[in-house]
């Protein structure tokens, strides 16, 4: 398959370099304008973060039918990137199971045939520009979007090691002050990251840090809104808890960020190399349990009257894919690997639904 993202090149190459695609840029269908936080977007679909690593990236795929472009995760300091390899695909071919814990994904030995059965690993470690280079950036992102086009920054914090939760709360803060002064029209912490090799990534599970953190944006982000990304709940209460320790601050959530499993070689050894033995996991393989997770919260939602919004992602690569997210009631759908491997998806997702 041909890719957008060069898997055999660093990240740095395909910062300053991607996307590899040059071309069609079929017309965008028309279609009715829907509301999205505020916002009027001409479709309620869009690229989570992870994907879109600069404007010209943002560019891109804004021409391609995107309406809803996430600028890939940023710091308050530069993070460099793990080594390669940073994105392989897993030998699977059905739905995993998220509640196997134990249970070891094995790295498949060549590109799967086709995206809908396309189950990856990732291992990046959330690189990220320093401030001076990625906010100017994030206002070139923002003037390369159309009309019906909105743009989300997302912020992760980067806690000095040693450093009390206070700190991490004020870069979040801090974070969201900056992305709206570069010209972000939403904001979204990075709560549940599972392709790195910190606690950063399990925040989400924290009811009570969830919620400071979601207040500290929400007063920094300048009346723009907040939204959290949270990973997957095994537990029902726990989602509840966190849903509604967060309400009032963030104005929705973003699930699921996928997974984190044990990756590996055929022959057991670390697929991604010594230290990084767990990644995350996305793609095909996880729809079922996302959209699980989907209907859970929205339920969680209605049940308490909460103003929280959800925005659907994980295993969307057909528009069939995308139906049981909007059936059940979410604000939008992202996608996060799909667009890579095929960059047309939008365009004809609105072909065939003009009313998403």
């Not at 950036?137 to 923002?142: C, L, M, N, Q, S």
């Not at 974070?175 to 599972?194: F, R, T, W």
């Not at 996608?335 to 491997?341: L, T």
Request: charged content about 20%; proline content about 7%.
């Amino acid at each position: 398959m041909r890719m957008t993202y060069r898997l055999d090149e660093t990240y740095d190459w395909n910062y300053a370099n991607g996307p590899a695609y040059d071309g069609p840029f079929p017309p965008v269908p028309n279609t009715p304008q829907k509301d999205f936080f505020g916002i009027p977007v001409n479709s309620r679909l869009g690229i989570a973060a992870g994907l879109l690593l600069n404007s010209r990236w943002i560019d891109t795929y804004a021409r391609l039918g995107f309406d809803i472009l996430t600028y890939k995760t940023v710091r308050s300091r530069h993070r460099d990137c793990y080594d390669l390899p940073n994105w392989i695909f897993i030998d699977t071919e059905g739905q995993i199971d998220p509640t196997e814990l134990s249970q070891s994904q094995v790295r498949k030995a060549d590109e799967p045939e086709t995206l809908t059965t396309a189950t990856s690993s990732v291992s990046f470690g959330m690189p990220s520009r320093a401030p001076r280079e990625w906010m100017p950036d994030v206002a070139r992102a923002r003037e390369a979007l159309g009309d019906g086009q909105a743009l989300i920054v997302s912020v992760v914090a980067s806690p000095e090691p040693g450093a009390d939760v206070a700190e991490m709360i004020d870069d979040y803060g801090a974070l969201a002050a900056m992305a709206g002064e570069a010209g972000a029209q939403i904001v979204e912490a990075n709560l549940s990251c599972p392709n790195v090799c910190t606690a950063e990534g399990d925040v989400f599970l924290d009811a009570e840090l969830s919620g400071k953190i979601a207040r500290a944006m929400h007063d920094n982000a300048g009346g723009r809104p907040v939204l959290l990304k949270l990973g997957y709940f095994a537990d029902p209460a726990r989602l509840e808890a966190v849903l509604k320790a967060v309400d009032g601050a963030a104005s929705g959530v973003v699930m699921v960020n996928g997974i984190s499993r044990n990756i590996i070689e055929p022959d057991g050894s670390a697929a991604f190399g010594p230290g990084r033995e767990k990644a995350g996991l996305l793609g095909r393989g996880i729809h079922t349990f996302s959209v699980d997770n989907v209907q859970k919260a929205l339920a969680v939602v209605a049940k308490h009257k909460l103003a929280l919004k959800v925005v659907a992602v994980g295993g969307v690569s057909t528009p069939e894919d995308a139906t049981p997210y909007f059936d059940a009631g979410a604000a939008a759908v992202m996608m996060g690997s799909a667009p890579m491997f095929d960059p047309t998806l939008a365009i004809r997702i609105k072909q065939s639904h003009p009313e998403w």
